[in-house]
């Protein structure tokens, strides 16, 4: 990213619903468990992660979403690997 | 939303990646022993709760703003919670020298050395003089004076990173000059005051903007850039309203006005390319001490270049008694031997912020360790924080009470900081966001209330032995509590933030856009 593209990123209006489609590759924060699996809050919508390590909460990772339903704000994901941790 | 990327882009600054380790949160699975304390997990609060309490004490009730007093209240807070600890204490000590070195610490103590070091060197290459100079250039008058004020103010707080230093020099040399013309007195502390948040929140070498990015494992040349947007949708109606307000507020009556020209100096202006280098190499992603570090070298060479500073002003070592070395331009004969100039006294300056950051990151640990930390978030995300917007409003209006309180805004911003962290992540906020709703109400709210630090720190100037009232009469004292609605940059950045929490306005995920790599240290 450009240094001009830094200051010109987040001039919109965010939702805090965020959708997402099939094939996109995402970085999120693993932010709890749910029906003995992973899943990421992204805001309000919910991202389920199928195969990530057992410690994951709290860890930022790269994940391949498999499905997205706009209307439900879910979605269905697949671990890749993981990049980071929380910040505290 | 659907760009994508594959990985986590590079280091901006070949640092090792976050591990998670800071202030130990990390680790909260891992098999380190918790500390068990007498009260259960919420005595672990006790060392913060008590800091808290001699803070507000000490600055709110006392309005003492002196942050070698909130290094002892830090130290007996933690030494109380020793008492509280069951079995043995080792554990409690240990979990101190744990906390002191965490790397979040560290990362802000050598940026805080590098930066005391840029503004002090600003400060005697007369930067100030410069900005004095435009202002008589511009031909402002009565009227225009205050937003004049605020503007200048805000490009030298950018410029030296230290809201605190720009209030202290705009209320030594503009402030009397503006009221001898004729400016309202409480107007044009205000708009000072207002400057002073404008650089204390966007300037890449500010110390809450260095606490605000590292806390939150991101970048702070991408934070600066990411925050321009709140800053300067503040600032432009605040400049607007100091336009609107100088017309209409009248001023005191004094005789024998004083020319701005005596103190102005046009080479100060040079400055402005010394702080313009550091900010577009911090935004362009060098490491923050790179960045700070070209702008010192250039601004010595200027200072030396066109006389603005000899270089004893820079580095000067004292002896008392001449020798075949004090013929060099760097020593001088005095009274008491030492060393001085603006590298020693910009460094020095910040001890008292690394001491107090220490025991404060101290504190966080102990009460990570003893469970306290933990049922603290716990209730925020059952309770509060359950959706991103409400999550937002907590993180907003949660630093806005810590900073109302504590008014030594960088550590009230340092103790706030792992909740801001923690909750946002909950909703997977990014760093940048997360960073500038951390800073905006620390670096607002420490210039607004009249027991706020930044705003003790001018009515010192006014109120002294040697102070402005002693100079020139009552009429240049301002009371403190008088110009709490006119700090319209303040108002207006606090009002933004939860106008933003609220729309969804900067809003960003962090699969939008992740953070560039901490300037670790």
Request: proline residues 3%; contains cysteine; aromatic residues 10%.
């Given at each position: 990213?450009?240094?001009?593209d830094?200051?010109?990123a987040?001039?919109?209006?965010?939702?805090?619903?965020p959708?997402?489609?099939a094939?996109?590759v995402?970085?999120?924060m693993?932010t709890?468990?749910?029906n003995?699996?992973h899943?990421?809050?992204?805001g309000?919508s919910?991202?389920?992660i199928e195969d990530?390590?057992?410690?994951?909460?709290?860890?930022?990772?790269?994940?391949?979403?498999?499905s997205w339903?706009?209307?439900?704000?879910?979605?269905?994901?697949?671990?890749?690997?993981?990049?980071?941790?929380s910040?505290? | 939303?659907?760009?994508?990327?594959?990985a986590?882009?590079p280091a901006?600054d070949?640092?090792?990646?976050?591990?998670?380790?800071?202030f130990g949160?990390?680790?909260q699975?891992?098999?380190d022993?918790?500390?068990?304390?007498?009260?259960?997990?919420?005595?672990?609060?006790?060392?913060?709760?008590?800091?808290?309490?001699?803070a507000?004490?000490?600055?709110g009730?006392?309005?003492?703003?002196?942050?070698?007093g909130?290094?002892?209240?830090?130290?007996?807070?933690?030494?109380?919670?020793?008492f509280?600890?069951?079995?043995d204490?080792?554990?409690y000590?240990?979990t101190?020298?744990?906390?002191?070195?965490q790397?979040?610490?560290?990362?802000?103590?050598?940026?805080?050395?590098w930066?005391?070091?840029?503004?002090?060197?600003?400060?005697?290459?007369g930067?100030?003089?410069?900005?004095?100079?435009?202002?008589?250039?511009l031909n402002?008058?009565?009227?225009?004076?205050?937003?004049?004020?605020?503007v200048?103010?805000?490009?030298?707080?950018?410029g030296?990173g230290?809201?605190?230093?720009a209030t202290?020099?705009?209320?030594t040399?503009?402030?009397?000059?503006?009221?001898?013309?004729?400016a309202?007195?409480?107007?044009?502390?205000?708009?000072?005051?207002?400057g002073?948040?404008?650089?204390?929140?966007?300037a890449?070498?500010?110390?809450?903007?260095?606490?605000?990015?590292?806390t939150?494992?991101?970048?702070?040349?991408?934070?600066?850039?990411s925050?321009f947007?709140?800053?300067?949708g503040?600032?432009?109606p605040?400049?607007?309203?100091?336009?609107?307000?100088?017309?209409?507020?009248?001023?005191v009556e004094?005789?024998?006005?004083?020319?701005?020209?005596?103190?102005?100096?046009a080479?100060?202006?040079v400055?402005?390319?010394?702080?313009?280098?550091?900010?577009?190499?911090?935004?362009?992603?060098?490491?923050?001490?790179e960045?700070?570090?070209w702008?010192?070298?250039?601004?010595?060479a200027?200072?030396l270049?066109f006389?603005?500073?000899s270089?004893?002003?820079?580095?000067?070592?004292?002896?008392?008694?001449?020798?075949?070395?004090?013929g060099?331009?760097v020593?001088?004969?005095?009274?008491?031997?030492?060393?001085g100039?603006s590298?020693?006294?910009?460094?020095?300056?910040?001890f008292?912020l690394i001491v107090?950051?220490?025991?404060i990151?101290?504190?966080?640990?102990i009460?990570i360790?003893?469970?306290?930390?933990e049922?603290?978030?716990?209730?925020?995300?059952?309770?509060?924080?359950t959706?991103?917007?409400?999550?937002?409003l907590?993180?907003v209006?949660?630093?806005a009470?810590?900073n109302?309180?504590?008014?030594?805004n960088?550590?009230?911003?340092?103790?706030i900081?792992?909740?801001?962290?923690?909750?946002?992540?909950?909703?997977?906020?990014?760093?940048?966001r997360r960073?500038?709703?951390?800073?905006a109400?620390?670096?607002?709210l420490?210039?607004?209330f009249?027991?706020?630090g930044?705003?003790?720190?001018?009515?010192?100037?006014m109120?002294?032995?040697d102070?402005?009232?002693?100079?020139?009469?009552p009429?240049m004292?301002v009371n403190p509590?008088e110009?709490v609605p006119?700090v319209?940059?303040?108002?207006?950045?606090?009002?933004?933030?939860?106008l933003?929490?609220?729309?969804?306005?900067?809003?960003e995920?962090?699969p939008?856009?992740?953070?560039?790599?901490?300037?670790?240290?």
């Open positions: 990213m450009s240094v001009f830094k200051f010109l987040g001039w919109s209006f965010r939702g805090s619903t959708d997402y489609a094939g996109d995402l970085e999120v693993v709890g468990e749910e003995g699996g899943v990421a809050r992204i309000d919910t991202l389920r990530a390590p057992a410690d994951a909460i709290n860890t930022r990772i790269i994940v391949d979403v498999e339903d706009d209307s439900a704000h879910t979605g269905r994901a697949t671990y890749r690997k993981t990049v980071g941790e910040a505290f | 939303m659907t760009e994508t990327r594959d986590a882009p901006a070949g640092g090792d990646p976050p591990d998670g380790s800071e949160v990390g680790e699975n891992s098999d022993p918790r500390i068990e304390f007498r009260g259960g997990k919420w005595a672990s609060t006790v060392p913060l709760a008590f800091f808290i309490g001699w507000i004490f000490q600055s009730v006392l309005g003492i703003g002196d942050t070698n909130l290094v002892v209240g830090a130290l007996i807070g933690t030494t109380l919670g020793m509280l600890v069951r079995g204490w080792k554990r000590a240990d101190i020298f744990e906390g002191m070195t790397r979040v610490a560290a990362t802000a103590i050598v940026a805080w050395l930066a005391g070091m840029f503004a002090q060197t600003l400060q005697v290459g930067f100030v003089e410069g900005l004095i100079f435009a202002a008589d250039a402002v008058g009565a009227a225009t004076f205050p937003a004049a004020a605020f200048l103010c805000g490009l030298l707080a950018t030296i230290t809201g605190y230093g202290v020099a705009f209320v040399l503009f402030f009397p000059a503006g009221v001898l013309i004729g309202n007195p409480v107007l044009l502390f205000a708009a000072i005051l207002s002073a948040v404008f650089g204390d929140n966007l890449p070498v500010s110390d809450t903007t260095i606490v605000s990015a590292v939150q494992d991101a970048d702070i040349g991408g934070v600066v850039a925050r947007k709140y800053a300067i503040a600032a432009v605040a400049f607007a309203a100091y336009l609107i307000a100088g017309s209409v507020m009248s001023g004094l005789e024998g006005a004083v020319a701005l020209r005596e103190s102005a100096n080479l100060g202006l400055h402005l390319l010394s702080m313009g280098i550091v900010i577009v190499t911090a935004v362009a992603g060098r490491h923050i001490v960045a700070i570090s702008g010192l070298l250039v601004a010595i200027f200072n270049l006389g603005l500073s270089a004893s002003d820079i580095v000067a070592f004292t002896v008392t008694e001449a020798g075949s070395l004090s060099l331009p020593v001088e004969v005095g009274e008491t031997a030492g060393v100039g590298l020693y006294s910009g460094a020095v300056g910040f008292p107090l950051t220490l025991l990151v101290a504190m966080a640990q009460m360790r003893g469970g306290g930390f049922a603290i978030q716990t209730f925020l995300l059952d309770r509060v924080a959706t991103v917007r409400r999550a937002e907590t993180m209006l949660g630093t009470t810590i109302g309180m504590i008014t030594i960088t550590a009230a911003e340092i103790a900081a792992p909740y801001v962290a923690r909750i946002g992540e909950k909703f997977n906020i990014n760093g940048y960073a500038n709703i951390l800073d109400n620390t670096s607002a420490g210039y607004i009249p027991w706020a930044g705003v003790l720190v001018g009515y010192q100037v109120v002294g032995p102070g402005l009232g002693a100079e020139y009469g009429e004292v509590i110009v006119y319209f940059h303040g108002w207006f950045l606090v009002a933004i933030f939860v933003a929490a609220i729309t969804g306005f900067g809003r995920y962090i939008d856009r992740v953070s560039e790599e901490v300037s670790r240290a």
